[in-house]
């Protein structure tokens, strides 16, 4: 069994910051990849920014030059540092892993909750 916890959503005035987290618990053997992705209302879920094990970071235009991703591969735990937010990064905010577990050994995509970002004055 694998979780995906996020935490760190919430409400803030356009221009301010956030920093969103997410842990991966459970019978976990490797991880290959962590994510986050986000849906808007109305839109379709989108990759905000992922970061695979050994690579750069991947980030969505929208994101570039203001989001973060960064990971502690010791805790299993994926960060997204949102800095100059905008009303349009308003959205529900999904962790994303790419992982195997003790059991299995295969690698599949695992989902957390996620989390509500609210950009708002």
């Known amino acids: 069994q694998v979780q995906l916890v996020e935490s760190g959503g919430g409400l803030v005035q356009p221009g301010g910051s956030l920093r969103l987290s997410c842990v991966a618990s459970?019978?976990?053997?490797?991880?290959?990849?962590m994510g986050w992705y986000r849906r808007a209302p109305g839109k379709e879920r989108e990759l905000v920014a992922a970061?695979?094990?050994?690579?750069?970071?991947n980030y969505a235009d929208s994101a570039k030059g203001r989001f973060t991703i960064s990971r502690d591969n010791a805790k299993n735990t994926v960060y997204l540092q949102m800095n100059s937010l905008k009303s349009e990064d308003t959205a529900v905010y999904y962790c994303?892993?790419?992982?195997?577990?003790?059991?299995?050994?295969?690698?599949?995509?695992?989902w957390g909750q996620g989390t509500q970002v609210t950009v708002s004055s």
């Open positions: 994303n892993a790419h992982l195997s577990t003790s059991g299995s050994y295969a690698f599949r995509e695992y």
């Open positions: 459970g019978s976990i053997f490797s991880i290959n990849a």
């Open positions: 970061v695979i094990s050994g690579g750069s970071p």
